[in-house]
């Protein structure tokens, strides 16, 4: 079945340093990537999408490019700040025409001042 | 703009016992859905529900069940609550379409005594 891998779980940086979280998908087609971002307390919320191969998201200074050859939506962002600190999941969609999402396993990114 | 609610924010119960989780939406939209987030594995469909009176079991659907009473309110019930299935459970809603993105609400915190 399709699935989602994010190599980190974890990431600590401190501000302005430039982040990468990386994020593999397997499946068939063109399935819309997403990254999600939970703050603590907070369900997760939508920071953007894509939907055709490289195709580039962006909100808020991070960004990703779809890459159907390496398979992959890998989040950058050139400068974090302390208030980046939260847990980014990446995730992709079912393609049988629902709106379901298959999450990978998400990366704990703190960013110390 | 919409919100999900979730009640409660925190449900503590026994082992064995049968608990009750609500969520309920004000955006209109026809598709909610349960996860479950346990640290580390991000997070794992239970049920989801196209539109009212349907229901679609997701990856980890057993041990539980779900109602969707009405357009805008989407139970789960914890059939038999486990020590082993103390995690936090997301609600969300979204409209249809694999482009859709999901609102998610702020999640019940389950312990098991």
């Known amino acids: 079945g399709d699935s989602v891998t994010q190599t980190e779980g974890q990431v600590a940086l401190s501000e302005e340093d430039f982040l990468t979280i990386h994020c593999n998908y397997s499946?068939?087609?063109?399935?819309?990537l997403f990254w999600y971002v939970q703050y603590p307390g907070e369900g997760p919320q939508l920071l953007f999408r894509?939907?055709?191969?490289?195709e580039k998201g962006s909100s808020r200074g991070f960004e990703a490019t779809y890459d159907k050859g390496t398979t992959s939506f890998h989040l950058r962002k050139a400068s974090v700040q302390e208030s980046d600190s939260a847990v980014y999941y990446c995730?992709?969609?079912?393609?049988?025409?629902?709106?379901?999402?298959?999450f990978g396993e998400g990366t704990k990114l703190t960013v110390s001042s | 703009g919409g919100i999900i609610t979730q009640t409660p924010k925190f449900l503590i119960g026994q082992e064995g016992q049968k608990l009750t989780l609500k969520c309920q939406q004000n955006?209109?939209?026809?598709?909610m859905y349960w996860y479950r987030q346990d640290s580390g594995k991000g997070l794992r469909l239970i049920y989801y529900?196209?539109?009212?009176?349907?229901?679609q079991k997701g990856d980890l659907s057993e041990g539980y069940d779900a109602s969707r009473e009405k357009k805008s309110s989407f139970s789960l019930t914890v059939t038999s609550a486990q020590k082993n299935e103390m995690a936090v459970f997301l609600c969300?809603?979204?409209?249809?379409?694999?482009?859709?993105?999901?609102?998610f609400g702020p999640g019940t915190r389950l312990t098991v005594l």
């Open positions: 969300a809603s979204s409209t249809w379409g694999n482009y859709a993105e999901q609102f």
């Open positions: 499946a068939s087609g063109y399935p819309t």
């Open positions: 894509a939907s055709r191969d490289k």
């Open positions: 995730a992709l969609s079912d393609q049988g025409g629902s709106a379901k999402l298959i």
């Open positions: 955006f209109n939209h026809d598709t």
């Open positions: 529900s196209i539109t009212e009176n349907d229901l």
